[in-house]
């Protein structure tokens, strides 16, 4: 299986977890020996763009759970296939590590809030390559949509919605035996990264 770092960060739209992604991949990448990708889901494959139409065109963020839980995990799979698990067993020199900016934990978290069973998607996603670590960045709904006012809103970006999806976050780690932490992401950049690269520091 992958020899490599396999690094998550999850969370909510607005908690910074993608500038937080590329300062932790610059930061790993800067380091001797290291060979770091940064990458995301949905992808830009076939069901990851059929994912991100949805996202876009529909308004009630309820509807189509059971579609979406299909496309992310045969988006995942093919993420795993293609991008993340070559690049952790890469022949390259050194270690290699991927930061992956959003996984399994948006699909337990956004799809249980849709109304489909925590344990149905988990079964879904078991098989799956688990994560080194995974931070699930924590902020409140309100800061959140503060934070991306100025862009398009997505289906999913709606404040009861929100609400129901942080607590289903901060529930993930009894909801499945993963090393996940959660970070306080209402602080700002450097300091939420600060936090970050503690926890990184220690499996490098």
């Given at each position: 299986m992958a020899k490599g770092?396999?690094?998550v960060l999850d969370g909510l739209d607005g908690s910074g977890k993608s500038t937080i992604a590329k300062m932790l991949h610059d930061y790993i990448y800067s380091k001797?020996?290291?060979?770091?990708?940064?990458?995301?889901?949905?992808?830009d494959?076939?069901?990851g763009r059929e994912i991100r139409k949805m996202l876009a065109e529909e308004k009630n963020p309820k509807e189509n759970a059971g579609?979406?839980?299909?496309?992310?995990?045969?988006?995942?799979?093919e993420?795993?296939?293609?991008?993340?698990?070559?690049?952790?067993?890469?022949?390259?020199?050194?270690?290699?590590?991927?930061?992956?900016?959003?996984?399994?934990?948006?699909?337990?978290a956004f799809q249980s809030t849709q109304g489909i069973d925590a344990n149905k998607i988990i079964g879904k996603?078991?098989?799956?390559?688990?994560?080194?670590?995974?931070?699930?960045?924590?902020?409140?709904?309100?800061?959140?949509?503060?934070?991306?006012?100025?862009?398009?809103?997505?289906?999913?970006?709606?404040?009861?919605f929100m609400k129901e999806l942080r607590e289903n976050f901060l529930r993930m780690k009894e909801m499945i035996d993963?090393?996940?932490?959660?970070?306080?992401a209402s602080k700002s950049n450097r300091e939420v990264f600060e936090q970050i690269k503690e926890e990184i520091d220690k499996i490098l």
């Open positions: 770092i396999f690094i001797e020996g290291y060979n770091a990708l940064l990458t995301s889901e949905p992808t494959g076939k069901y579609k979406m839980l299909e496309l992310f995990v045969n988006d995942r799979r993420h795993l296939r293609d991008t993340i698990i070559p690049f952790l067993k890469g022949k390259n020199k050194g270690k290699n590590a991927v930061i992956c900016d959003r996984y399994y934990y948006s699909t337990i996603n078991r098989d799956f390559l688990k994560p080194d670590i995974a931070f699930i960045m924590d902020i409140t709904p309100e800061i959140a949509l503060d934070r991306i006012e100025h862009r398009k809103k997505e289906k999913f970006e709606q404040l009861e993963d090393n996940i932490k959660i970070i306080d």
